[in-house]
């Protein structure tokens, strides 16, 4: 992996949460507006933490999770590396049946709570815990399956449940961000308000058609589409993919500035180690300059011209947001498509 990072200047501690201010986020990014990619090799650039070997706390968390597992919890929890659950996403499903708290002890639940605050950061994971209490009845509610063997190589913790599918899996899978595809959303009621209020997620839309409002009426044209992609339309379609919506490599400096803030709202929520491995399997694909920037007709909530459905698409990277009638998510990034895994 290679080329500029995300967070650069941001140190992991041994806190379990972490946070990205975006200050930071745009001083380390400011030196690629021009040109997106002019940045020197990724390993320079990246966090000291992340340069090392040691495992993140959520990772040391899964481990002592899976260590004080009953057998029948094992038998219940746990599956092979190579088995399809793992890879798969969806917006509302349970990769095992019992929830978190049918199957965990009280002391095993604050493990999972412990791994949910190391993979998100401390601003975000109140606004998740949120989601989950409107969407699903709070964390305990959730499911929680293991893949693999955290003594070993490879190895995986994934959570699932309404508007949830996210994933800890200390780099394991070398070609897959976030440890393989992710879903996040949210829906305070079903059929929301234009304003979205009380979305933790509307915010992101809301960075995102800043961009479009940059556009000028040419620009616009080839950005705003009439009809969107099925929302779980996540494949990857590699370098030589036909992508929807505007290049970033075609905006002007201020108008690719602008993108690097729908990015940083983008990772906002999750650990910089993540962060940066997004940002380092777009750079391995040509860097944002070749990621397009799409806007779509329908579906806009009261006819305001705030784009509800838009959608970031690459060589490697699907970024789908649907914010009608509440907000779905859908996220794909790998440094290779060719070789990457995704199941809905």
Not at 134 to 147: I, P, R, S, T
Not at 297 to 302: A, I, M, Y
């Amino acid at each position: 992996m290679d080329e500029t990072t995300l967070g650069s200047d941001i140190s992991e501690t041994s806190r379990v949460t972490e946070s990205v201010s975006r200050r930071d986020f745009l001083r380390t990014v400011g030196t690629t507006v021009g040109g997106i990619a002019l940045g020197s090799t990724a390993v320079g650039l990246l966090p000291v933490a992340a340069q090392t070997a040691k495992p993140p706390k959520a990772e040391s968390l899964v481990k002592t999770l899976f260590e004080s597992l009953t057998p029948k919890q094992k038998e219940t929890l746990c599956m092979s590396w190579e088995h399809p659950k793992r890879s798969m996403v969806q917006a509302n499903w349970a990769i095992v049946k019992p929830t978190i708290s049918e199957v965990f002890t009280a002391d095993q639940q604050k493990m999972v709570e412990g791994i949910l605050r190391g993979i998100t950061t401390e601003e975000w994971y109140p606004k998740i815990v949120q989601q989950m209490k409107n969407d699903g009845g709070g964390l305990d509610q959730y499911h929680v399956a293991m893949f693999g063997d955290p003594h070993s190589r490879k190895f995986e913790w994934v959570l699932t449940g309404r508007h949830v599918t996210l994933r800890a899996d200390g780099h394991s899978n070398a070609n897959a961000a976030f440890g393989g595809p992710i879903f996040y959303g949210h829906a305070p009621k079903d059929t929301e308000d234009p304003n979205h209020p009380g979305n933790v997620y509307w915010e992101q839309a809301q960075q995102a058609n800043s961009v479009f409002q940059a556009l000028d009426g040419k620009q616009r044209g080839v950005a705003l589409l009439d009809k969107a992609p099925s929302e779980d339309s996540i494949k990857l379609q590699g370098k030589a993919g036909v992508f929807p919506g505007i290049a970033i490599g075609e905006l002007s400096k201020d108008q690719k500035q602008l993108v690097h803030n729908v990015m940083h709202t983008l990772l906002a929520p999750y650990r910089p180690s993540d962060a940066s491995e997004v940002m380092r399997d777009i750079q391995a694909n040509g860097g944002l300059d070749k990621i397009h920037l799409a806007f779509y007709k329908q579906e806009d909530l009261g006819a305001d011209g705030v784009w509800d459905i838009w959608r970031l698409e690459g060589p490697a990277l699907v970024w789908h947001f649907r914010g009608a009638p509440h907000i779905h998510t859908w996220v794909n990034i790998a440094k290779d498509a060719k070789t990457a895994d995704a199941h809905t």
